[in-house]
């Protein structure tokens, strides 16, 4: 009786689902996921947002005549250059995302769709929209640019476009840097993280139940 006295009790069983995060957190590619919802709204956002310069640069130096040559081609190169820069950080996150060369949560958290890279790519093309427009709108009120009333009339328009479109993505980029901050706040402060170290001790924990259940048994 006193050798079966002497044993030890049996260990808790591990807990299943503390195990399944510890070991997804192991594969490096499944942290460009986190967060579907927010990467796929970013993600969409920066097709429109590619569309919407490609598009109006387009239609600005296509249409560009005499009279009304260079602040068209101005405004409509700018607007492509920032289609395009907007499509490379796109085209560029892809392929890290593919060649899996990123190893570091942070670098991932940066460049994947909805981190930080987005957030300074959205808040640079509604600095540069904003500054177009507010140009636009200087020379169409002061009427200092060479032509005719109906070409003043169309800067003015095209400025208070830009303007608007500038305004709306700062706004949002402001209020989705406030609410993400808050949010991690938040987290840090109810969730306080737990440092631990895992590398298969989920096995190691059941073989370890199994070699203690036999040992009573014995």
Request: with cysteine; glycine share 6%; net charge neutral.
């Amino acid at each position: 009786m006193s050798s079966i006295d002497e044993l030890p009790p049996p260990r808790a069983p591990p807990n299943q689902e503390q195990i399944q995060s510890e070991a997804l957190e192991e594969h490096t590619e499944l942290w460009w996921s986190r967060e579907p919802v927010k990467s796929i709204i970013c993600y969409c956002l920066s097709v429109l947002l590619i569309l919407a310069c490609g598009v109006g640069g387009i239609v600005l130096l296509s249409t560009t005549t005499s009279r009304s040559g260079e602040w068209r081609l101005a405004v409509g190169a700018t607007l492509c250059i920032l289609a395009l820069l907007v499509l490379l950080k796109q085209l560029l996150s892809s392929a890290i995302q593919d060649m899996q060369c990123l190893t570091r949560r942070e670098h991932i958290n940066m460049l994947k769709s909805g981190g930080l890279a987005d957030t300074l790519v959205f808040l640079i093309s509604s600095i540069i929209i904003l500054i177009c427009g507010i140009v636009l709108l200087l020379l169409s009120v002061s009427g200092e640019s060479p032509g005719f009333p109906p070409v003043l009339v169309t800067m003015h328009s095209v400025g208070v476009s830009l303007v608007v479109v500038g305004s709306v993505i700062l706004t949002a980029v402001l209020i989705f840097t406030i609410l993400m901050f808050c949010r991690s706040c938040v987290s840090s402060r109810f969730h306080p993280r737990n440092i631990g170290v895992f590398s298969i001790s989920g096995q190691l924990h059941q073989r370890q139940n199994t070699t203690s259940s036999l040992a009573n048994l014995i």
